[in-house]
């Protein structure tokens, strides 16, 4: 679970970098689980939970939040990043991260309003299931999630990678992590 949530920090990193070259991204934060210090929990496989034994919180997925001032070329973005994760993993620099591990939230500048999800097909729309959802592909490549509302914490554990004007805060690498909480429990 660890190992996990490294490598999708270390493609938060990835991704942030080629967000980055697209002059309508304003800022990007990984939130969620890949933000954070893992914790313990009884997880829900039955053996587990029936035993009462606690693993890491299991980090599925990436999340990240991206604002953004337009959304004329959000193919073009998924496109780059798709992209830029499967060179890194094939050349041997990055992790074993596909794209619909990374979940991107999109927000409006300045408000934060939620404006949707950068859809991971690679046309729009693709004809799925997902694709009927009222809204959906109304922007081409801005997915609507069906019954999605934006929970009032979306960004309660982001943390800000890039923001345009100050360029590259940190590296998603260098968050905290179980091991810094352990040193400083113990201090």
């Given at each position: 679970m660890l190992r996990r949530q490294r490598d999708f920090r270390w493609a938060a990193d990835i991704v942030t970098d080629v967000l980055a070259t697209f002059e309508e991204v304003e800022a990007v934060a990984v939130i969620g689980s890949a933000a954070k210090p893992l914790w313990k929990e009884v997880p829900r496989?039955?053996?587990?939970?029936?035993?009462?034994?606690?693993?890491?919180?299991?980090?599925?997925?990436?999340?990240?939040?991206?604002?953004?001032?337009?959304?004329?070329?959000?193919?073009?973005?998924?496109?780059?990043?798709?992209?830029?994760?499967?060179?890194?993993?094939?050349s041997g620099l990055g992790p074993s991260v596909a794209s619909h591990q990374v979940d991107t939230f999109l927000?409006?500048?300045?408000?934060?309003?939620?404006?949707?999800r950068l859809c991971n097909f690679s046309t729009c729309p693709k004809d799925k299931p997902e694709c009927?959802?009222?809204?959906?592909?109304?922007?081409?490549?801005?997915?609507?999630?069906?019954?999605?509302?934006?929970?009032?914490d979306l960004l309660a554990s982001a943390a800000m990678l890039y923001r345009r004007g100050a360029g590259r805060l940190r590296s998603a690498l260098d968050l905290p992590g179980v091991d810094d909480v352990v040193a400083r429990a113990e201090r």
């Open positions: 496989f039955y053996e587990f939970r029936r035993a009462g034994i606690e693993i890491w919180h299991e980090c599925k997925d990436l999340d990240l939040a991206v604002w953004i001032s337009s959304q004329e070329r959000l193919g073009a973005i998924r496109r780059a990043r798709d992209i830029a994760l499967r060179k890194a993993y094939e927000l409006q500048p300045g408000s934060d309003k939620y404006l949707g009927r959802t009222p809204g959906c592909g109304a922007v081409p490549f801005n997915k609507a999630v069906d019954g999605f509302t934006p929970r009032a």
